[in-house]
Each structure stands twice: as structure tokens, then as C-alpha cells.
């Protein structure tokens, strides 16, 4: 961990592709999460490139409104080596997305005997002071994740002996 970012890796007993496949699915991240906040994929197309929204239901006990929305934009989609998306939401209600400056990544490489060496990367670089003030971070330790690269592991390795 620098003082910015927060990183874990875990070698994944399936294909890089495979791997990739399931992080460019929305649906699979209610599942994936290490934190337990996510909770529904509000748009359920596959993500195909950098730029795209997609949205996610959440839950947080410190968030002002407990059930909140977030707004995914994807920043990186290279398939199947890497993807990465920056949270943000509609906080106004006008439709005009704003985001906090921290970006979730993932870098998918083929290992030996087809498996995927997978680093998770949380980057909380670009988040401007005042929002600091409101939010610590990281707003949560590496174990989540490490839980995060396990859910993942575990639902890629499903899919790979199907």
C-alpha cells in the first residue's frame, strides 16, 4: 500500500478471459464485492468499452442515505488484460454525474497452466481534500480486497470447470 492506493493479487485457476468476463459483468458485482455495499447491478449489459456507465445499488450504515446509487464510468477496458472504473453519482438529481477521484482497477494477466494473475488496485489519488474531510481513506482495509479477489476466484473457477 502507498499512501494512496491499496493493492492485492491472487492467482485465479482460470482463464484470463474468463476472469475478465466476469468483471465486465455488472451482475457479478454484487457478488465479487469484499465490502458487502453492493448490493444490484442497475444496468446488467456487459461492459464493452471505456467510457460506458454502468450503475450499482449500495448499502452503507454511514451513508447519509443508507441505500444509495452509484454511477460507474469506466476508464480502462482492454480485454481481457484490464478494466477499471471510477464511482460517481447524480448527487444533484439533474442528471450530471460528479466523481470522488478514486478508481477500482483490475489488471488480468495469463499465468501459467491457463490460470490469470489478477491485481486488484483501489486508487484514491485523485480525491479532492474537502471530500477527504468527509470520507476517510481508504474506507476500509486490504482485507476487503483480498475478499474481493477470493469472491472473484471462486466465481471464475465455477465458471471454468462448467
Not at 467510457?51 to 449500495?58: E, K, N, S, T
Amino acid at each position: 500500500m502507498t499512501n494512496d492506493t491499496m493493492i492485492a493479487t491472487i492467482t485465479i485457476p482460470a482463464p484470463a478471459e474468463t476472469v475478465f468476463d466476469i468483471l465486465a459483468d455488472p451482475t457479478t458485482h454484487p457478488a465479487i464485492d469484499g465490502t458487502g455495499w453492493v448490493r444490484e447491478a442497475l444496468d446488467r449489459e456487459p461492459v464493452t468499452a471505456a467510457g460506458q456507465i454502468f450503475r450499482v445499488a449500495m448499502y452503507h450504515d454511514n451513508h447519509p442515505a443508507k441505500n444509495y446509487e452509484m454511477a460507474n464510468k469506466v476508464v480502462v477496458c482492454d480485454r481481457p488484460h484490464a478494466i477499471a472504473w471510477q464511482p460517481g453519482q447524480d448527487a444533484a438529481g439533474d442528471g450530471n454525474l460528479s466523481f470522488g477521484g478514486w478508481i477500482w482497477r483490475y489488471d488480468v494477466r495469463s499465468a501459467e497452466s491457463a490460470d490469470a494473475d489478477v491485481t486488484l488496485t483501489y486508487d484514491w489519488s485523485a480525491v479532492a481534500p474537502e471530500l477527504r474531510e468527509h470520507i476517510p481513506f481508504p474506507p476500509f482495509d486490504l482485507a476487503h480486497l483480498e475478499n474481493s479477489l477470493k469472491h472473484l476466484s471462486d466465481l471464475a473457477t465455477a465458471q471454468a470447470t462448467v
